[in-house]
């Protein structure tokens, strides 16, 4: 079993940054793929960012591209997600999200182990 902490949202302006965190714990990762979603009120869940955990190639949705930028310690089995220029459009509860696949997935139902959350209100 896998147990996911997110910590680090809050509310900020337009234009600024946030830096989310997610911790790991229980079993080892292997091959696997850490992932960043998001869902809006009244919206689906939205994949946002992907990295794989042992060769760490990264993975964007277009709409944060430039943005955002994932990157993982194997260290300390963590997954971040930097978030620069927030716009009042990323509102939302961004979620952390692991599968065991040698490919990468961007679907939520793709995903095994899920966090509780942590609330992104970014204000215009």
């Known amino acids: 079993q896998v147990q996911l902490v997110e910590s680090g949202g809050g509310l900020v302006q337009a234009g600024g940054s946030l830096r989310l965190s997610c911790a790991a714990s229980g079993r080892t990762f292997g091959s696997s793929y850490m992932a960043w979603f998001r869902q809006a009120p009244g919206k689906e869940r939205e994949f946002v960012s992907a990295?794989?955990?042992?060769?760490?190639?990264?993975y964007y949705a277009d709409s944060v591209k430039g943005r955002f930028t994932i990157s993982r310690d194997n260290t300390k089995a963590a997954v971040y997600l930097q978030m620069n220029s927030l716009k009042p459009e990323d509102t939302a509860v961004y979620y952390c999200a692991a599968v065991r696949r040698f490919t990468i997935a961007t679907m939520f139902a793709e995903y095994d182990y899920w966090g509780q959350g942590t609330q992104v209100t970014v204000s215009s």
């Open positions: 990295v794989n955990w042992i060769g760490g190639n990264t």
